[in-house]
């Protein structure tokens, strides 16, 4: 018999969908005790309507307009923070003090200091939890860490990781407000470093180790915008894009470059790591395809023949590929919604006596020092070791 996991969700908009979409369809596809029960979700008051209908949505069976009424309810288990940044740590100190199971998007907190508070409140509570960076869980992503694991691409010597985006490069774009939150300093802590390059962080780090030191630049286009709740024309205090360079603990080299200016691109994130023996290359923009340079032969170290080298198309589909044994027939693709999906049930895997959801809060802690050195480093123009 399954067991009712009661979800109280804080957030309505694009992140709570992804979440609540992945609460209804877990155990229709993965096989877990516990079965999530959309028990209540929350947004501001002066959201009332939109969280009503987000409610009859996606079927929740009640709402609340204060956070801390619902981290205080007793039939509440898990508490999902998807509301903006800066409410991040607030929400998860309370919610371990009452001994919620939480989950966070990402990222974890406005800055490192905030997360250390975070991680320690949840370890010294004992609660689980789990940080949403759901790249991790692309089906080819995982493969690219299988095949690093089975040592096929050898010592690895450069990563380069891009995520491009284009949708604030009117200057007509105000800041604030809910849907713009991510414009506004305050509420965000940084711009695409916090939102963007997070993620590729917290990929390049599960691939290819910690990154040790780092030289950065940022760059903010539109130095002025009006802000949604003011009306007034403030500065602009978030990053719209920045670069930098790391040198990683296993001595390889990296190039990482943000931006939310790169006209056309809409989501484009994007890795590739050369080894000695190969190379792995991943576009979220063709997110069902691994590609793999196999230059020799990891068990003997023989060079592959001449006329055979070249980059293989790997369509992660089959049902051997992470993941895709729980979906469809090989050949048939799934999508970005299903990386939330495979999140959790792994995170169900955990709470059930399985290994332990990674990444945790302290795992996000370490994302948030890189991404905190990257703003150290942009801002006094020094490389910045890793603490």
């Known amino acids: 018999m399954s067991k009712p996991l009661n979800v109280g969700m804080i957030g309505c908009g694009f992140m709570g969908r992804a979440h609540s979409n992945a609460y209804r369809k877990v155990n ?25 209908a987000f409610a009859e949505s996606w079927g929740y069976e009640s709402c609340e307009t204060d956070w801390r009424k619902l981290v205080q309810r007793a039939d509440i288990d898990l508490i999902d923070i998807c509301a903006p940044n800066f409410m991040h740590r607030d929400i998860a100190l309370a919610a371990a003090e009452q001994g919620k199971i939480i989950i966070c998007e990402k990222p974890l907190a406005m800055n490192a200091a905030e997360a ?12 689980p939890n789990m940080v949403s960076f759901n790249y991790r869980r692309v089906p080819a992503i995982s493969l690219a860490r299988q095949i690093l694991d089975e040592a096929r691409i050898g010592r690895p010597l450069h990563y380069r990781a891009t995520y491009l985006q284009d949708w604030t490069i009117a200057e007509d774009v105000p800041q604030g407000g809910m849907a713009l939150w991510r414009l506004d300093v305050k ?36 130095k002025r915008r009006k802000h949604l709740e003011t009306g007034k024309v403030e500065p602009v205090g978030i990053d719209d894009a920045c670069m930098f360079l790391a040198i990683f603990e296993n001595g390889s080299m990296g190039t990482f470059e943000s931006t939310r200016y790169a006209r056309g691109r809409k989501n484009y994130n994007t890795f590739e790591l050369n080894g000695e023996l ?14 793999y340079f196999k230059y020799a032969d990891p068990k003997t170290g023989a060079k592959i023949e001449d006329h055979l080298t070249g ?77």
Not at 28 to 47: S, T
Not at 118 to 127: F, I, L, Q, R, S
Request: glycine letters at 8%; one cysteine or more; proline letters at 4%.
């Open 278 to 291: 190969g190379s792995v290359f991943f576009d979220l923009e063709d997110p069902h395809i691994l590609q």
């Open 311 to 387: 980059w293989q198309r790997v369509h992660v589909t089959n049902f051997e590929h992470p993941y895709m044994d729980k979906w469809w027939v090989p050949g048939c693709t799934i999508g970005y919604e299903h990386t939330f999906i495979h999140g959790l049930a792994d995170f169900l895997t955990g709470l059930e006596g399985g290994a332990k959801f990674q990444p945790d809060f302290r795992s996000a802690l370490r994302t948030q020092k890189v991404c905190d050195a990257v703003l150290e480093s942009a801002r006094t123009g020094q490389w910045v070791r890793i603490p």
């Open 187 to 222: 509420v965000a802590g940084s711009g695409v470093t916090g939102d963007l390059l997070a993620h590729s962080i917290d990929t390049a780090e599960w691939l290819n180790g910690p990154i040790q030191r780092l030289v950065a630049a940022t760059e903010t286009f539109v």
């Open 116 to 127: 250390e508070e975070m991680v320690a409140a949840v370890e010294k509570a004992g609660v």
């Open 28 to 52: 229709n596809f993965f096989k877990r005790d516990h079965r999530p029960v959309l028990k209540a979700c929350c947004a501001r008051a002066e959201e009332k309507d939109k969280l009503q």
